[in-house]
């Protein structure tokens, strides 16, 4: 079945450390998406990217990285810099040939908290 | 700029009464619209989602939107609410197309409490 991965599902991060959330998508989607979920403030993007080896600062991209080296592939890097980091974040994918039927997949989400 | 608000932050009803959660957007085009749905520690699903098509749009589950673009609506509904429809629901915009730079914007969202 087709769909989007994220894991680990709950991860701890100690003061300073840099950890990394995956996200894989065998939906052969061009987009793909990082939002930050707070309670009471929906969902906020961090960065995004439209093709491989390209990717674009959102909302809220400091104290964050990203790299895109294959299309199935996402990764979001939290680093020390992101001195609030305790939230659920979401990865999510779209295939932007289809200009009308937009539809974002979503991921199952990764709890991060800090130690 | 595109913007979407969801008014109120949580909503309850009881079982078999209307669920009605509101959702205002501001965009300088004809925007696409949706409602996502999002179970605790999951993410969203798509419920319903308009793109310049029928005004009156059907979702899963028995849910329905309203476009109404004098009023500048997206407002959810359902006739009768199911225990199974607590939750928190977002409404997102988006351009008509995906041009670059764009993706979706999301409400604050709604939780939805349903009591027996």
């Known amino acids: 079945d087709g769909g989007i991965t994220q894991s680990p599902k709950y991860l701890f991060r100690k003061e300073g450390q840099n950890v990394t959330l995956s996200c894989e998508q065998n939906l052969n989607h061009d987009a793909m998406y990082w939002y930050r979920q707070d309670p009471g403030q929906g969902l906020r993007l961090i960065y995004y990217?439209?093709?491989?080896?390209?990717?674009q600062k959102g909302d809220i991209a400091e104290g964050y990285s990203v790299s895109r080296e294959k299309k199935e592939s996402f990764p979001l890097t939290v680093t020390s810099a992101q001195k609030n980091p305790t939230a659920f974040y979401l990865c999510a994918s779209l295939d932007s040939h289809l200009a009308t039927n937009e539809k974002l997949f979503f991921g199952s989400g990764t709890q991060l908290s800090v130690l | 700029a595109q913007s979407v608000t969801q008014l109120g932050s949580h909503v309850s009803v009881s079982e078999g009464a209307l669920v009605l959660l509101r959702c205002n957007y501001s965009?300088?085009?004809?925007?696409?619209l949706f409602w996502y749905v999002q179970y605790p520690n999951q993410g969203l699903q798509l419920l319903l989602k308009?793109?310049?098509?029928?005004?009156l749009v059907k979702g899963i589950n028995g849910f329905e939107a309203e476009f109404k673009k004098s009023e500048t609506s997206f407002h959810l509904t359902k006739p009768s609410a199911h225990m199974s429809d607590a939750a928190e629901y977002f409404c997102?915009?988006?351009?008509?197309?995906?041009?670059?730079?764009?993706?979706?914007?999301f409400g604050k969202g709604t939780t939805l409490s349903v009591s027996s």
């Open positions: 308009y793109t310049s098509a029928a005004t």
């Open positions: 965009s300088s085009v004809p925007p696409y």
């Open positions: 997102a915009v988006s351009e008509p197309f995906n041009q670059a730079g764009t993706a979706l914007i």
């Open positions: 990217s439209q093709i491989v080896n390209d990717f």
